[in-house]
T-cell receptor, first 111, second 116 residues
Framework: AQSVTQLGSHVSVSEGALVLLRCNYSSSVPPYLFWYVQYPNQGLQLLLKYTTGATLVKGINGFEAEFKKSETSFHLTKPSAHMSDAAEYFCAVYNFNKFYFGSGTKLNVKP | NAGVTQTPKFQVLKTGQSMTLQCAQDMNHEYMSWYRQDPGMGLRLIHYSVGAGITDQGEVPNGYNVSRSTTEDFPLRLLSAAPSQTSVYFC???????????????FGPGTRLTVT
């Protein structure tokens, strides 16, 4: 079975600071990779995805992520945090017809 | 285009009761799935379907049944509810082609279920 590890269940940054949310996965075959965001009492929204091609992918709201096969990582970054980025973020992997999610990272943005 | 809809939004059950969570999508997506979300555990796949008439188990299928008689609908049945099934349930759909994989999932708004 796949595993998806998100380091840090809670991350706190100041407004304007760099956001870095970490995601590592276990897979012998390069999977499809996704980052989703969840605001309180809502469903999940796609931020960005990697399927094939360019390993640096850009998403909505200024987020981007880089697929590093050698490190089995897909970390999410944003150069400058905004108050509206406060939410929970989930990394997900698709392989062999199934989606697997990490346990989530709650991002707190301090004024 | 309503996307993925789920009913009900909230439900309280007593232990041993049964119920069906409804999920429908209007995007003609082949792949549909059910997840439960529990604090600190992310989303865990319960069951999924790659097309009408085809279903398979995910990570946590015990206590849940599904069927897929149409492309649009994918109901989740709890046959005998237990307190351990207290959770938030999400349905999702995505495009799918055999041998070509899939794309991003579209999620419904969720059903908050409490079993007492």
């Amino acid at each position: 079975a796949q595993s998806v590890t998100q380091l840090g269940s809670h991350v706190s940054v100041s407004e304007g600071a760099l956001v870095l949310l970490r995601c590592n996965y276990s897979s012998s075959v390069p999977p499809y990779l996704f980052w989703y965001v969840q605001y309180p009492n809502q469903g999940l929204q796609l931020l960005l995805k990697y399927t094939t091609g360019a390993t640096l992918v850009k998403g909505i709201n200024g987020f981007e992520a880089e697929f590093k096969k050698s490190e089995t990582s897909f970390h999410l970054t944003k150069p400058s945090a905004h108050m509206s980025d406060a939410a929970e973020y989930f990394c997900a992997v698709y392989n062999f017809n199934k989606f697997y999610f990490g346990s989530g990272t709650k991002l707190n943005v301090k004024p | 285009n309503a996307g993925v809809t789920q009913t009900p939004k909230f439900q309280v059950l007593k232990t041993g009761q049964s119920m069906t969570l409804q999920c429908a999508q209007d995007m003609n997506h082949e792949y549909m799935s059910w997840y439960r979300q529990d604090p600190g555990m992310g989303l865990r796949l319960i069951h999924y379907s790659v097309g009408a008439g085809i279903t398979d188990q995910g990570e946590v299928p015990n206590g849940y049944n599904v069927s897929r008689s149409t492309t649009e609908d994918f109901p989740l049945r709890l046959l005998s509810a237990a307190p351990s099934q207290t959770s938030v349930y999400f349905c999702a759909s995505t495009k799918y082609r055999v041998g070509q994989g899939t794309s991003e999932q579209y999620f419904g708004p969720g059903t908050r279920l409490t079993v007492t």
